[in-house]
Nanobody
Framework: QVQLVESGGGLVQAGGSLRLSCASS????????MGWFRQAPGKEREFVAA????????YYADSVKGRFTISRDNAKNTVYLQMNSLKAEDTAFYYC????????????????WGQGTQVTVSS
């Protein structure tokens, strides 16, 4: 089992920045590809970013490319999402997820999920 705990969400003005963290425990963190997803009220959960096990491959949704950066520190068992130039449409509940095979944009490919953290961007 892998336990994931997100932190770092909050309220920020448009144009501001936040850094989300997701701490992992349980299994060997470096065995897992990690992803960030988000879900706004009344909408489907959508892919935000993913990173491969060694951090060498990073993938982004078009809507966040150039503004968000995913990274991981395998020594700290933590994955991060640096969010810059935030927009009102980035408002959502953000989740991190883990899977052993490969980084993916598809939520159903992930085996473990955190409880999420709320990000609210005021315009």
């Amino acid at each position: 089992q892998v336990q994931l705990v997100e932190s770092g969400g909050g309220l920020v003005q448009a144009g501001g920045s936040l850094r989300l963290s997701c701490a992992s425990s349980g299994r060997t963190f470096s065995d897992y590809a990690m992803g960030w997803f988000r879900q706004a009220p009344g909408k489907e959960r959508e892919f935000v970013a993913a990173v491969t096990q060694n951090g060498g491959g990073r993938y982004y949704a078009d809507s966040v490319k150039g503004r968000f950066t995913i990274s991981r520190d395998n020594a700290k068992n933590t994955v991060y999402l640096q969010m810059n130039s935030l927009k009102a449409e980035d408002t959502a509940f953000y989740y991190c997820a883990a899977q052993r095979i490969t980084s993916s944009r598809i939520a159903s490919d992930y085996d473990y999920w955190g409880q999420g953290t709320q990000v609210t961007v005021s315009s």
